[in-house]
């Protein structure tokens, strides 16, 4: 049972490391901003289409969408080039070193036993879910706030 708790703290300890990186490297309140840019013109050109504007239009406001979007991806992918190398030595030059002397070591979870890797990548993926989600959670409801209160000053 030792060994599901050293590779739980390995996990989020990862985890942690990976939202830390991608805090740093990506600016949460400018890709909020180029998601509500993106989610207006998408409305626009829908109703662009239902108007039946002329296909110039359309191409044209359809390809200002593409670049939002192929910006706003780029720069979400940026934290993968840090994070996915300590993956990688973690997975394969860490555990292999921790765990010489038996590699085919297990951990019991429910109905369930896994070996060490597969339980390392299970708990990183259920922490990692559960810590983004809340870290979102917590930026729309903030950038809610900040966004009423522009509004608020600007009346």
Known sequence: MVVGIEITVIAIVYVMFSVYVQRRLIDMKHMQE??????????????????????????????????????????????????????????????????????NITVPILAWTLNYKSYFIMVAFVVGLALSMGLMLRDRIRFAKEKKQAETIQQ
């Open 34 to 103: 180029v998601q509500e840019t993106i989610k207006q013109k998408s409305k626009e050109l829908n109703e662009m289409s239902k108007n039946k504007a002329s296909q110039e239009v359309l191409l044209a406001k359809q390809k200002e969408i593409t670049s939002l979007l192929s910006k706003s991806m780029s720069s979400q992918l940026k934290p993968m080039f840090v994070v996915l190398p300590i993956f990688f030595v973690v997975y394969y030059l860490v555990f292999p070193a921790v765990f010489t002397t038996n590699p």
